[in-house]
């Protein structure tokens, strides 16, 4: 796997106390799981989901793709158990629920600490409060071990008092202040769910405009929502084919000492190179997920 890209199109959500979707899971070509112990999981059922998780994510029968489990929040009768026992899960992340300030990532963090959680272990959080995205830049420097944003569209929405719309400009906002303080710190993030899991097309027209907002991925509520997620947040063809244009042009350029590059009529400067460069990243490294 790439050091610097790490495939996250498509991160799919699965319920926590059900032990044949988790098995399902293992065939699924999502590039990243999120076993949920939050949502998906009704009260009485939530101790058993807890070891339902644990003991898939310890058997590391997933491949390469990128294993997280969501806890419940950490006000909850079983959020600081649940961090507790996913500190040593062997799971790659733990998504933690509304997060809204840098002091719920501390704790969270001080939780995985003192249980004996690798380094490795990465936060998540998710972005689904009006609080949490006025406070995003406070949360997005607030440990390096937060890796990635969440939003949460749904809370969001509801919180809002807004409405799901096909062009969710009730959402841009929001949207763009949990971007803008995830690319100010360096943090991959992933777009909302998308509710309607018979409507592929009005999901694919949603993932292009995740893709055109700069999201990294898309989290997913079906299985159904994988592949065409997967091909939306994959450079295209065409972008691949320029890609590599531009990086040999830019590397002819400079072994002979030339200061301007042109490719196709265009002139490229070190900011089309570097995008280059991680699009031609990306795909090498889906190709190696793929192969696992």
């Known amino acids: 796997m ?3 890209v790490r495939p996250r199109r498509s991160a799919l959500y699965m319920p926590g106390a059900n032990t044949r979707a988790l098995e399902k899971a293992r065939t699924l070509p999502a590039d990243a799981l999120i076993f949920d ?6 009260p009485d059922a939530k101790e058993a989901a807890r070891a339902n998780v644990v003991a898939a994510a310890r058997s590391k029968g997933y491949g390469r793709r990128e294993i997280v489990i969501r806890c419940n929040g950490l006000a ?7 961090a507790v026992a996913i500190a040593t899960s062997g799971a790659d992340a733990i998504l933690v629920p509304k997060v809204e300030s840098a002091a719920d990532v501390a704790q969270v963090v001080a939780l995985l600490d003192a249980a004996g959680a690798p380094a490795s272990m990465a936060v998540w959080a998710m972005m689904e409060t009006p609080k949490g995205i006025l406070r995003a830049e406070e949360i997005a420097g607030s440990h390096p071990r937060l890796a990635l944003f969440v939003m ?3 809370d969001l929405v509801k919180d809002m008092r807004a409405r799901h719309t096909p062009m969710r400009l009730p959402m841009v906002a929001a949207l763009g202040l949990g971007m ?3 690319r100010a710190y360096g ?7 998308y509710n309607d899991i018979q409507d592929i097309e009005g999901f ?4 292009q405009q995740g893709l055109e907002m700069g999201f990294d991925g898309k989290t997913l509520i079906h299985p159904g929502q994988v592949e065409p997620c997967n091909e939306v947040f994959a450079p295209s063809a065409a972008e691949l084919e320029m890609a590599g244009k531009i990086v040999t042009a830019f590397k002819t350029a400079q072994a002979e000492g030339k200061g301007v590059v042109t490719v196709d009529g265009r002139m490229i400067e070190n900011l089309h190179v570097e995008q280059a460069e991680r699009a031609l990243a990306l795909v090498a490294a889906i190709k190696e997920l793929q192969a696992a």
Do not use: Q
């Open 180 to 182: 803008l303080a995830a």
């Open 2 to 4: 790439s050091k610097t």
């Open 76 to 82: 909850t009768p079983w959020g600081k158990a649940d």
């Open 152 to 154: 949460g569209t749904n």
């Open 204 to 207: 694919r027209a949603v993932c």
């Open 37 to 42: 112990l939050e949502d998906a999981v009704a």
């Open 187 to 193: 943090l991959t993030i992933l777009d909302g769910v």
